[in-house]
C-alpha cells in the first residue's frame, strides 16, 4: 500500500518505518531542514533500539523516503498518517494546531479519495474537527479515522510489530476495509483490530495512559505508606501482582512517572472532564501525588543530614531519562530532583547512557557536570542518587563504588538493589517505600 505520514517525530519515524518493514511504499513529510539532513543521510534522530536496522533495510530498498513536499506526499499516498505534536497547554488542554493547519494544507492538495489517520494522541473530538475543517476547503471524499498509537518508549518497534491490540476509530465502511487490510500483517496472531467509533477510539487512548499513570501513583502512595510503618513495598507488590485481576506490571515504587505521554495525557483527559463539567478526582489526586514523589528523594536527603540546605554537599547522579533504553527527557524525574538540589545549593555531576546530550541541548542552564562514565560520576560525592533504571545500574562493582564516593551513602529512587546486600556491604541505604538500612 502507499502510505505517507506526516511528521518523524518518535511516533511518526517509527510508525513509517514499521509500515515499509511490512512492504508499504512509505513517504515521511517534515519541515525541519536539520532532521531531514540527518534521516537522508541514515541517521536516526532518536534512540529506539531496534529501530536502525529496520531504518536503514527499508531505506536501501527503496521503500523508505524522507521529503519537506507535502504535495509529493499528498499525491503519492491513499492513506495520511498525521504523526504531530499535540503538547499540552497551560490550561492542560493539548494543543491542536499542527494537526490542523496540515489537515487544511492536505485539503488544498487532494486530488482523488484519501484517507486521513490521527495517528497522534488528540482529545475527543478532534476527527469530528479535522472532518469538518477539510470539508470546508474541498469536495473531493476522504475519511478521517482515529487509530491512536500504544507504543511504549524502548520496545517500540516490538509493540509495532507485534500489538496486543490495534484500535481504528471509523464509522465508514470504506476506510475500514483499507484499515483492515493494512494492518492485516502484524496481527497475523490472533490480535484484534477493535474498531469502534471515531470519539471511543480517542478517548481509548488518554484511558489507557490515565489508568496506568494511576496505577503508578497508587504504588507510590503504598509505598510511601511503607515508609511510615515499616512494611516493604517489594513484597506488597508481590502480594498483590500475583492477583490475575490486578497483575504484576506498573506496581513499581519510584519517584513519579515523565515522559511525553502519562503528564500529558492525563492533564488532557482532566482538561476533557472539566469541558464537560466533570470532576474527574482521580486525576487531580494523580497529578498531585506525582508532583509530589518527585521531590521524595531530596526530602529524603535533607532528612538524612538534619538540614534545610545542602550547601557544600555534591551529589553523584545516574540516570536522566525519564525512563530506561530512552533518551526522552521529557518531565523527566532527575530534572525535577537536580533542579530542587541546585536550589539547596548542592553540587551535582550526572550520568546517562544516552540522554546527556538532550539535557545539555535542552537544559544548557542547568549548572551540572556530566561524566563519561557511571563510575567517574561518584569521584568526590557525598552520596550517589539513582534515578533512572538502567540495567547497567543493577549489576555494580561495589568495591569501586565505596572507594569513589567520600562515604557509603545511596538514595535510590528505583529500589534496585537488595537491602541485605547494601546492609552486608556496610553501605546506608535508602530506597522507596523499603526499610533503610
Known amino acids: 500500500m502507499k502510505i505517507a505520514v506526516i511528521g518523524t517525530g518518535y511516533v511518526g519515524l517509527v510508525t513509517g518505518t514499521c509500515f515499509a518493514e511490512s512492504g508499504n511504499q512509505v513517504i515521511c513529510v517534515d519541515n525541519d531542514p536539520e532532521k531531514l539532513a540527518k534521516l537522508n543521510n541514515k541517521q536516526i534522530p532518536i534512540y529506539e533500539p531496534g529501530l536502525e536496522v529496520l531504518f536503514e533495510r527499508n531505506i536501501k530498498k527503496d521503500r523508505l523516503i524522507f521529503t519537506n513536499n507535502l504535495k509529493q506526499a499528498v499525491d503519492f499516498a491513499q492513506i495520511i498518517f498525521l504523526a504531530l505534536p499535540t503538547p499540552p497547554m497551560e490550561d492542560g488542554s493539548a494543543d491542536l494546531q499542527y494537526v490542523l493547519n496540515v489537515a487544511g494544507e492536505i485539503a488544498g492538495l487532494m486530488t482523488d479519495y484519501k484517507v486521513i489517520v490521527n495517528k497522534s494522541t488528540v482529545p475527543v473530538g478532534t476527527a469530528d474537527k479535522v472532518s469538518a475543517l477539510i470539508s470546508s476547503k474541498t469536495k473531493i471524499a476522504f475519511d478521517v479515522v482515529s487509530n491512536p498509537e500504544f507504543l511504549r518508549e524502548g520496545a517500540a518497534v516490538e509493540d509495532f510489530?507485534?500489538?496486543?491490540?490495534?484500535?481504528?476509530?471509523?464509522?465508514?465502511?470504506?476506510?475500514?476495509?483499507?484499515?483492515?487490510?493494512?494492518?492485516?500483517?502484524?496481527?497475523?496472531?490472533?490480535?484484534?483490530?477493535?474498531?469502534?467509533?471515531?470519539?471511543?477510539?480517542?478517548?481509548?487512548?488518554?484511558?489507557?495512559?490515565?489508568?496506568?499513570a494511576t496505577k503508578i501513583t497508587f504504588m507510590n502512595e503504598i509505598a510511601n505508606i511503607c515508609d511510615r510503618t515499616g512494611a516493604?513495598?517489594?513484597?506488597?507488590?508481590?502480594?498483590?501482582?500475583?492477583?490475575?485481576?490486578?497483575?504484576?506490571?506498573?506496581?513499581?515504587?519510584?519517584?513519579?512517572?515523565?515522559?511525553?505521554?502519562?503528564?500529558?495525557?492525563?492533564?488532557?483527559?482532566?482538561?476533557?472532564?472539566?469541558?464537560y463539567d466533570y470532576k474527574f478526582s482521580i486525576l487531580d489526586a494523580v497529578m498531585r501525588v506525582n508532583d509530589k514523589q518527585k521531590e521524595l528523594l531530596v526530602d529524603k536527603i535533607l532528612t538524612h543530614y538534619k538540614t534545610t540546605d545542602l550547601k557544600g554537599k555534591h551529589f553523584a547522579v545516574w540516570g536522566l531519562a525519564f525512563k530506561p533504553n530512552t533518551?526522552?527527557?521529557?518531565?523527566?524525574?532527575?530534572?525535577?530532583?537536580?533542579?530542587?538540589?541546585?536550589?539547596?545549593?548542592?553540587?551535582?555531576t550526572t550520568f546517562d547512557p544516552v540522554a546527556s546530550e538532550n539535557?545539555?541541548?535542552?537544559?544548557?542552564?542547568?549548572?551540572?557536570?556530566?561524566?563519561?562514565?557511571?563510575?567517574?560520576?561518584?569521584?568526590?560525592?557525598?552520596?550517589?542518587?539513582?534515578?533512572?533504571?538502567?540495567?547497567?545500574?543493577?549489576?555494580?562493582?561495589?568495591?569501586?563504588l565505596k572507594s569513589k564516593l567520600k562515604q557509603p551513602l545511596i538514595f535510590d529512587g528505583r529500589n534496585l538493589f537488595e537491602l541485605e546486600t547494601m546492609k552486608e556491604n556496610g553501605f546506608k541505604y535508602y530506597s522507596i517505600g523499603r526499610p533503610s538500612v
Not at 471509523?170 to 469502534?196: C, H, Q
Not at 533518551?327 to 551535582?348: F, N, Y
Open 161 to 212: 510489530m507485534k500489538p496486543e491490540r490495534v484500535v481504528v476509530g471509523t464509522r465508514s465502511e470504506r476506510a475500514r476495509k483499507l484499515m483492515d487490510e493494512l494492518y492485516k500483517p502484524f496481527v497475523l496472531s490472533g490480535n484484534p483490530v477493535i474498531f469502534m467509533d471515531e470519539r471511543s477510539s480517542e478517548l481509548t487512548k488518554y484511558a489507557a495512559n490515565a489508568l496506568l
Open 232 to 275: 516493604n513495598v517489594d513484597w506488597v507488590r508481590k502480594g498483590i501482582g500475583s492477583d490475575s485481576r490486578i497483575g504484576k506490571r506498573f506496581l513499581f515504587a519510584g519517584v513519579g512517572y515523565g515522559g511525553s505521554c502519562f503528564p500529558k495525557d492525563v492533564q488532557a483527559l482532566h482538561y476533557t472532564a472539566n469541558t
Open 327 to 348: 533518551d526522552d527527557i521529557r518531565e523527566a524525574p532527575a530534572l525535577v530532583i537536580i533542579e530542587k538540589l541546585l536550589s539547596l545549593g548542592a553540587t551535582v
Open 359 to 400: 539535557v545539555q541541548k535542552y537544559h544548557s542552564d542547568l549548572k551540572i557536570n556530566y561524566a563519561d562514565t557511571m563510575y567517574n560520576a561518584l569521584n568526590q560525592a557525598d552520596a550517589l542518587l539513582i534515578i533512572t533504571e538502567w540495567n547497567e545500574f543493577r549489576t555494580i562493582d561495589i568495591e569501586v
